[in-house]
């Protein structure tokens, strides 16, 4: 048996004929028909029922499907832990931050000799997978304090410790075009009235810990949420476009606030967001992520 045979198996499954997988997979239907037989007549049993009116997936079909698609997931992560011709590999996985972007330059500009480095951007559930997994060294993640308990026994089950670097409070990010511009702060009251863009669904994201700060002086159910994205390069250029606000970290190291953003700090938000980066227990830790690690420790 063949990679190749479940990924054509698997895209014929998502399209439905063999037809539209030969377009999405750039080459012909009699190609594809012949690549799924040959794995039919391997496992001796048929994967699709053909009729005049199309393809239907077997119950057998749907069966191999599920294992197939864990097949090439993991085929995948393997594939990700590959090194280069060149160079160690230093991976690492944060949230979306464009101060981690500019210290990654740093990192090139420090380490150009020695490392390749493979970036991941995601939420802390995403990041402390792929830390998991072994595809990032290293994971830089934020989370409210009041779940640093739960979340250090969600990390226990998967062999990961997470080191504390610093505590900082929520803000407001606003662009030249917000009303609030001008302004340094922000009252819990007069947030229901923004319109916000926020990452993507999270439960460790900021959104879910405000009505915990300042004794529920606001719920997150009164945030008006016009625009959801994971890419940091929409969220900047809505914050510089448009009148839209997002949560985030108050912490703007000087030399990579180069955009004109602003941020408005929230008036009575005590500090109670703790970043940190996440390792595998027991593993020994590259210079190179010592390096990221204690840089950022002294960007906070």
């Known amino acids: 048996m063949e990679l190749k045979q479940l990924e054509y198996f698997i895209v014929v499954c998502e399209q439905g004929s063999f037809n539209r997988a030969a377009e999405c997979l750039y080459t012909s239907q009699p190609n594809v028909s012949k690549v799924i037989l040959s794995l039919e007549r391997e496992l001796g049993r048929p994967l699709f029922e053909r009729s005049p009116r199309g393809l239907r997936i077997t119950p057998y079909g749907r069966t191999v499907r599920e294992y197939a698609r864990v097949v090439l997931r993991h085929t995948a992560i393997i594939r990700s832990m590959a090194d280069y011709g060149w160079g160690k590999k230093f991976s690492l996985a944060t949230y979306p931050s464009n101060m981690i972007a500019h210290l990654l330059a740093d990192f090139y500009t420090h380490w150009q000799e020695r490392y390749v480095v493979e970036h991941y951007e995601g939420t802390v559930e995403e990041v402390s ?172």
């Open 129 to 300: 997978g792929l830390v998991a997994r072994g595809q990032a060294e290293l994971g830089i993640v934020y989370v409210a304090q009041r779940q640093l308990s739960s979340f250090r026994h969600i990390l226990s089950h998967k062999k990961l410790v997470f080191q504390p670097l610093d505590v900082k409070e929520a803000c407001i990010y606003v662009g030249p075009h917000h009303p609030y511009y001008v302004r340094d702060s922000i009252d819990f009251s007069q947030l229901s009235s923004q319109r916000f863009i926020g990452g993507v669904h999270d439960y460790f994201a900021v959104e879910h810990h405000l009505e915990r700060v300042s004794l529920g002086a606001i719920s997150t159910r009164d945030l008006n949420y016009a625009m959801h994205s994971n890419s940091d390069h929409v969220i900047i250029s809505a914050l510089l476009h448009t009148d839209l606000c997002s949560l985030g970290l108050n912490f703007m190291h000087q030399p990579y606030s180069h955009y004109d953003i602003k941020t408005l700090r929230i008036n009575g938000c005590e500090p109670f967001l703790t970043i940190g980066c996440i390792r595998q227990e027991g593993e020994p830790h590259s210079e190179a992520a010592d390096w990221f690690v204690e840089q950022f420790r002294q960007l906070l």
